[in-house]
């Protein structure tokens, strides 16, 4: 499920993103703050899943869910 090798990277790019650009953006709201982050995350959190190779909805939330599946049996 999950290419652990694009996910650390994606890790490293999104702690290089927030290295560079936090700086600049302390001087903005907060609104723009959270945006920032909340974003940042949400791209971090898709790195987990395979995209490309979930076809539809219904494989979407199997790959989501099936580790709560596993938990709960």
């Known amino acids: 499920m ?3 090798m694009s996910f650390f990277l994606t890790t490293v790019i999104i ?3 927030l290295f560079f650009e936090w ?3 302390k001087k903005k709201p907060k609104k723009d703050k959270s945006v920032f982050i909340v974003l ?3 791209g971090w959190v898709l790195s987990i899943f395979e995209l490309p190779q979930i076809s539809d909805p219904v ?3 199997e790959v989501l ?3 709560l ?3 709960m049996d």
């Open 2 to 4: 999950v290419n652990w």
């Open 15 to 17: 702690i290089t993103i």
């Open 23 to 25: 700086p600049k953006t």
């Open 40 to 42: 940042l995350v949400a």
């Open 59 to 61: 494989n979407w939330l």
């Open 65 to 67: 869910f099936q580790p």
């Open 69 to 71: 599946g596993r938990f």
